[in-house]
C-alpha cells in the first residue's frame, strides 16, 4: 500500500513566522510531488509542484525535496493569517503516472 | 479560461434517488478525476479517465458509474444514492506535468 503521511496538525505559529510542513512518502520510485492549500469549505489550489532534489522557491514559499529520505517538506515565510488552511501533500504514483497519491493534509493557523 | 467547472454546487437527495454530477475542463488535459473528500477521510479517489475513451475504478468506485462524453466532459452518476455517498465530490484534471487542477466541488446529502 502506497502512503503519503502528513502531521494532521493543528500547527499553529505567530503571524510572521515560518510555517514548516513535512510530508512522508513511501513510494521510493515517485518523481513527481506536489502542495496544495484548501480553505474552509473550497477545493484544493495547486501552489508548489517539485521534481527534482534540493529547495525550490516560488515567493514566500519553499518546497524542499530528498528523494534518499523519501522527505518533501513546504516552508512558508513571513507567515500571514490569509495562509491559514490545509496543506494537502501529494506524491505521483510510480506505477502509474496518471495517479497521485494523497496525504490527509496538515491543518495551519497563523495566529495575528 | 473557466479551468475545471462543475454542476451543481449543492444537492440533496433521498436514499435511492439518482443523479449524475458533471465536469468539465478547458484546458485540453487528457486525464479526468473524480474524487470524494470526507472528514478525516481525506481524497478519495472513485473513476478516473487518463484519455478520451477510457475510464479506470479509483479505490471507492462502488455505487458510481461514470462516462467520459468528449476530452472535454466527464461525469458522474449515482444510480441508487445512499447516506453513506453523502461527501463533497471534486472533479479534477491532469495537466503536462502531472499536476492536478480541481473544480469547486459539489456538496451532495443524502437523506
Known amino acids: 500500500q502506497k502512503e503519503v503521511e502528513q502531521n494532521s496538525g493543528p500547527l499553529s505559529v505567530p503571524e510572521g513566522a515560518i510555517a514548516s510542513l513535512n510530508c512522508t512518502y513511501s513510494?521510493?520510485?515517485?518523481?513527481?510531488f506536489f502542495w496544495y492549500r484548501q480553505y474552509s469549505g473550497k477545493s484544493p489550489e495547486l501552489i508548489m509542484s517539485i521534481y527534482s532534489n534540493g529547495d525550490k522557491e516560488d515567493g514566500r514559499f519553499t518546497a524542499q525535496l530528498n528523494k534518499a529520505s523519501q522527505y518533501v517538506s513546504l516552508l512558508i515565510r513571513d507567515s500571514q493569517p490569509s495562509d491559514s488552511a490545509t496543506y494537502l501533500c501529494a506524491v505521483l504514483n510510480a506505477g502509474n503516472n496518471r495517479k497521485l497519491i494523497w496525504g490527509l493534509g496538515t491543518s495551519l493557523a497563523v495566529n495575528p | 479560461n473557466a479551468g475545471v467547472t462543475q454542476t451543481p454546487k449543492f444537492q440533496v437527495l433521498k436514499t435511492g434517488q439518482s443523479m449524475t454530477l458533471q465536469c468539465a475542463q478547458d484546458m485540453n488535459h487528457n486525464s479526468m478525476y473524480w474524487y470524494r473528500q470526507d472528514p478525516g477521510m481525506g481524497l478519495r479517489l472513485i473513476y478516473y479517465?487518463?484519455?478520451?475513451?477510457?475510464?479506470d475504478k479509483g479505490e471507492v468506485p462502488n455505487g458510481y458509474n461514470v462516462s467520459r462524453l468528449n476530452k472535454r466532459e466527464f461525469s458522474l452518476r449515482l444510480e441508487s444514492a445512499a447516506p453513506s455517498q453523502t461527501s463533497v465530490y471534486f472533479c479534477a484534471s491532469m495537466g503536462l506535468r502531472y499536476e492536478q487542477y480541481f473544480g469547486p466541488g459539489t456538496r451532495l446529502t443524502v437523506t
Open positions: 479517465s487518463a484519455s478520451e475513451g477510457t475510464t
Open positions: 513510494d521510493r520510485g515517485s518523481q513527481s
